[in-house]
């Protein structure tokens, strides 16, 4: 089972309560992820990051209404995106359908580490809204690809694809 920690305005999207419900111990499950729910362009818009590999994908332009099923929607649009990264393997499909069958969604961490890169990613997003005009119509799997080309200094300047590549080989 994967855990997904939401930011404060997603959790009240999705009326969590505002502590978590059990000691977090998830710093050691490999399966964990944060998620952040921004606006961008008067549109709801999600980026979901990896804790260990800082793997990103985006969805743009969503309604409350999709979020009903959260773990077939989180597998969709983290199979499109590993899609787009060429990462998709019967192996890995494998994994989606056990591990993220089922999804426990938390309140905020506050985990510095991926706050801070999640930040930069919205940062970069922005910054392809600005010279598109509207970022809405670019493909977010394009926009999540490029985000994970990018170093990251909280994983040594590592690429966060290329993290996630590695962590997919070893843990099935």
């Known amino acids: ?3 997904i920690h ?16 059990q000691p977090s111990t998830t710093a050691a499950d490999p399966h964990s992820w944060n998620a952040l729910l921004f606006y961008l362009n008067k549109r709801k818009c999600l980026l979901f990051v990896h804790k260990q ?5 985006l969805v743009l332009d969503f309604v409350k209404k999709a979020l009903g099923d959260f773990p077939k929607f989180f597998r969709q649009h983290f199979t499109d995106q590993l899609l787009a990264d060429q990462l ?19 309140p905020t961490d506050n985990d510095k580490k991926v706050l801070g890169s999640m930040n930069d990613c919205i940062f970069r997003i922005r910054v392809y809204d600005s010279r598109k005009g509207d970022t809405l119509t670019l493909s977010p799997t394009f926009i999540g690809h490029q985000l994970n080309r990018t170093p990251m200094k909280a994983i ?7 993290k996630m590549r590695e962590f997919l080989s070893q843990d099935i």
Not at 53 to 57: E, K, V
């Open 6 to 21: 939401c930011s404060a305005k997603l959790s009240t999207l999705l009326s969590l309560p505002k502590t978590p419900r």
């Open 88 to 106: 998709i393997t019967p192996k890995t499909q494998a994994l989606l359908d056990t591990v993220y069958e089922s999804i426990s969604l938390m």
């Open 156 to 162: 040594g300047y590592a690429y966060p694809v290329e």
């Open 53 to 57: 590999t800082l793997y990103a994908f």
């Open 1 to 3: 089972m994967a855990t």
